[in-house]
Protein backbone atom coordinates (compact mmCIF):
# COMPACT_ATOMS: atom_id res chain seq x y z
CA UNK A 1 0.00 0.00 0.00
CA UNK A 2 3.15 2.30 0.35
CA UNK A 3 5.93 3.13 -1.52
CA UNK A 4 9.17 3.14 -0.25
CA UNK A 5 9.97 6.48 -1.31
CA UNK A 6 7.40 7.96 0.80
CA UNK A 7 8.17 11.16 2.28
CA UNK A 8 6.54 10.58 5.91
CA UNK A 9 8.67 6.71 5.64
CA UNK A 10 11.07 8.78 8.61
CA UNK A 11 8.04 10.68 10.40
CA UNK A 12 8.20 10.28 14.24
CA UNK A 13 4.23 9.96 14.60
CA UNK A 14 2.36 9.55 18.72
CA UNK A 15 -1.06 9.00 18.74
CA UNK A 16 -2.42 10.52 21.38
CA UNK A 17 -6.01 10.07 23.11
CA UNK A 18 -8.19 8.54 26.45
CA UNK A 19 -8.23 5.24 26.85
CA UNK A 20 -10.14 3.10 24.17
CA UNK A 21 -10.13 5.86 21.91
CA UNK A 22 -8.70 3.91 18.74
CA UNK A 23 -4.85 4.21 19.14
CA UNK A 24 -3.31 0.82 18.49
CA UNK A 25 -5.75 0.36 16.23
CA UNK A 26 -5.00 3.51 14.14
CA UNK A 27 -1.64 3.25 14.60
CA UNK A 28 -1.43 -0.39 13.40
CA UNK A 29 -3.65 0.52 10.08
CA UNK A 30 -1.60 3.96 9.72
CA UNK A 31 1.82 1.31 9.84
CA UNK A 32 0.09 -0.72 7.62
CA UNK A 33 -0.53 1.95 4.93
CA UNK A 34 2.81 3.59 5.44
CA UNK A 35 5.55 1.38 6.38
CA UNK A 36 6.83 3.06 9.07
CA UNK A 37 7.04 0.99 12.03
CA UNK A 38 4.46 0.59 15.13
CA UNK A 39 5.30 0.38 18.70
CA UNK A 40 2.76 0.31 21.22
CA UNK A 41 3.50 1.88 24.69
CA UNK A 42 1.77 -0.44 27.09
CA UNK A 43 3.16 -3.74 25.42
CA UNK A 44 6.31 -2.08 25.58
CA UNK A 45 6.10 -0.73 29.09
CA UNK A 46 4.96 -4.51 29.75
CA UNK A 47 8.03 -6.22 28.24
CA UNK A 48 10.53 -4.17 30.44
CA UNK A 49 8.46 -5.44 33.52
CA UNK A 50 7.71 -8.95 35.65
CA UNK A 51 3.75 -8.43 34.92
CA UNK A 52 1.49 -9.79 32.19
CA UNK A 53 -0.35 -5.96 31.88
CA UNK A 54 -0.18 -2.58 32.05
CA UNK A 55 -3.59 -2.47 34.24
CA UNK A 56 -1.31 -5.39 36.65
CA UNK A 57 1.78 -3.08 36.80
CA UNK A 58 -0.64 0.20 37.86
CA UNK A 59 -2.22 -1.89 40.44
CA UNK A 60 1.08 -3.34 41.93
CA UNK A 61 3.05 -0.53 42.09
CA UNK A 62 1.06 2.13 42.30
CA UNK A 63 0.06 4.97 39.79
CA UNK A 64 3.52 6.49 40.21
CA UNK A 65 5.74 3.45 40.02
CA UNK A 66 3.89 3.51 36.29
CA UNK A 67 4.74 6.39 35.21
CA UNK A 68 8.19 5.98 36.22
CA UNK A 69 8.23 3.04 34.38
CA UNK A 70 6.42 4.37 31.56
CA UNK A 71 8.94 7.74 31.54
CA UNK A 72 12.25 5.60 31.47
CA UNK A 73 10.61 2.60 28.69
CA UNK A 74 9.74 5.94 26.23
CA UNK A 75 12.65 7.67 26.74
CA UNK A 76 14.76 4.48 25.74
CA UNK A 77 12.63 4.22 22.57
CA UNK A 78 14.23 6.18 18.68
CA UNK A 79 12.29 6.31 16.07
CA UNK A 80 14.76 4.75 13.40
CA UNK A 81 15.56 5.95 9.83
CA UNK A 82 12.20 4.66 8.87
CA UNK A 83 10.35 6.94 11.57
CA UNK A 84 7.85 5.28 14.11
CA UNK A 85 4.40 5.35 14.96
CA UNK A 86 3.27 5.37 18.93
CA UNK A 87 0.79 4.51 20.57
CA UNK A 88 0.58 6.05 23.59
CA UNK A 89 -1.08 4.47 27.04
CA UNK A 90 -4.21 6.54 27.65
CA UNK A 91 -2.89 7.62 31.06
CA UNK A 92 0.56 9.66 29.55
CA UNK A 93 -1.24 13.03 30.15
CA UNK A 94 -1.20 12.35 33.48
CA UNK A 95 2.70 12.05 33.47
CA UNK A 96 4.00 15.44 32.43
CA UNK A 97 7.58 14.08 32.40
CA UNK A 98 6.92 11.35 30.14
CA UNK A 99 4.72 13.72 27.61
CA UNK A 100 7.11 16.21 27.51
CA UNK A 101 9.22 13.44 25.95
CA UNK A 102 6.95 13.64 22.62
CA UNK A 103 7.33 17.34 22.27
CA UNK A 104 10.67 17.86 20.29
CA UNK A 105 10.91 14.26 18.90
CA UNK A 106 6.98 13.30 17.60
CA UNK A 107 4.16 14.57 15.59
CA UNK A 108 1.40 14.22 18.16
CA UNK A 109 -2.01 13.35 17.16
CA UNK A 110 -5.03 13.69 19.32
CA UNK A 111 -7.90 10.79 18.42
CA UNK A 112 -10.82 12.81 20.20
CA UNK A 113 -13.65 10.68 21.03
CA UNK A 114 -17.24 11.45 22.30
CA UNK A 115 -16.66 11.24 25.75
CA UNK A 116 -20.00 8.39 26.52
CA UNK A 117 -18.52 6.43 23.86
CA UNK A 118 -15.39 6.02 25.27
CA UNK A 119 -16.98 5.54 28.94
CA UNK A 120 -19.17 2.84 27.21
CA UNK A 121 -15.93 1.01 25.89
CA UNK A 122 -13.69 1.20 29.23
CA UNK A 123 -16.53 0.23 31.37
CA UNK A 124 -16.69 -3.21 28.83
CA UNK A 125 -14.15 -4.13 30.30
CA UNK A 126 -14.56 -4.14 33.75
CA UNK A 127 -14.19 -1.67 36.12
CA UNK A 128 -10.37 0.26 35.96
CA UNK A 129 -8.49 0.96 38.50
CA UNK A 130 -8.32 4.55 37.94
CA UNK A 131 -12.12 4.83 38.22
CA UNK A 132 -14.09 4.76 41.89
CA UNK A 133 -16.09 2.12 41.93
CA UNK A 134 -18.78 4.28 43.96
CA UNK A 135 -19.07 6.51 41.25
CA UNK A 136 -17.47 5.71 37.87
CA UNK A 137 -19.29 8.32 36.01
CA UNK A 138 -18.00 11.24 37.33
CA UNK A 139 -14.83 9.86 38.12
CA UNK A 140 -14.68 9.44 34.35
CA UNK A 141 -16.44 12.91 33.46
CA UNK A 142 -13.66 14.40 35.95
CA UNK A 143 -10.77 12.64 34.00
CA UNK A 144 -12.08 13.21 30.25
CA UNK A 145 -12.80 17.09 31.00
CA UNK A 146 -8.51 17.02 31.87
CA UNK A 147 -7.07 14.76 29.88
CA UNK A 148 -8.90 16.29 26.57
CA UNK A 149 -7.75 19.67 27.88
CA UNK A 150 -3.90 18.36 28.12
CA UNK A 151 -4.03 16.41 24.83
CA UNK A 152 -5.49 19.24 22.98
CA UNK A 153 -2.59 21.39 23.89
CA UNK A 154 0.39 18.59 23.79
CA UNK A 155 -0.95 17.79 20.30
CA UNK A 156 -0.45 19.24 16.89
CA UNK A 157 -3.09 18.16 15.30
CA UNK A 158 -6.57 16.71 16.68
CA UNK A 159 -8.60 14.29 14.79
CA UNK A 160 -12.62 14.00 16.00
CA UNK A 161 -13.16 10.19 15.43
CA UNK A 162 -16.58 10.53 16.75
CA UNK A 163 -18.48 8.69 14.08
CA UNK A 164 -15.48 7.36 11.76
CA UNK A 165 -14.28 3.89 11.71
CA UNK A 166 -10.81 2.81 12.13
CA UNK A 167 -10.73 2.92 8.07
CA UNK A 168 -11.62 6.88 8.34
CA UNK A 169 -9.00 7.87 11.28
CA UNK A 170 -6.67 6.59 9.86
CA UNK A 171 -7.31 7.87 6.09
CA UNK A 172 -7.11 11.59 8.01
CA UNK A 173 -4.03 10.84 9.83
CA UNK A 174 -2.32 9.68 6.93
CA UNK A 175 -3.23 12.43 5.34
CA UNK A 176 -2.10 15.25 8.16
CA UNK A 177 1.00 13.05 8.11
CA UNK A 178 1.62 13.87 4.56
CA UNK A 179 1.16 17.48 4.93
CA UNK A 180 3.30 17.83 7.60
CA UNK A 181 6.01 15.78 5.61
CA UNK A 182 5.81 17.84 2.86
CA UNK A 183 6.39 20.78 5.17
CA UNK A 184 9.29 18.95 6.50
CA UNK A 185 8.59 20.31 10.29
CA UNK A 186 10.20 17.33 11.86
Known amino acids: MY ?24 GRSLSLRTGI ?25 SRAGFH ?14 NGLILATGGGIADNPDALG ?28 PFLSPERP ?5 QLFARRDRIYRTASDIVIDC ?7 VTATAESQLTQHAAQGDR
Request: charged fraction near 25%; aromatic fraction near 8%.
Open 3 to 26: SSGSAYRSCAVALLGVKHSGKTSV
Open 37 to 61: PFVDLDDEIVKHSDYSSAREIYTSI
Open 68 to 81: ALEHRVLRSLSPSE
Open 101 to 128: LLTPRYFRIYLAEHVDVLYDRIIRGGLP
Open 137 to 141: KLDFL
Open 162 to 168: NGLTINE
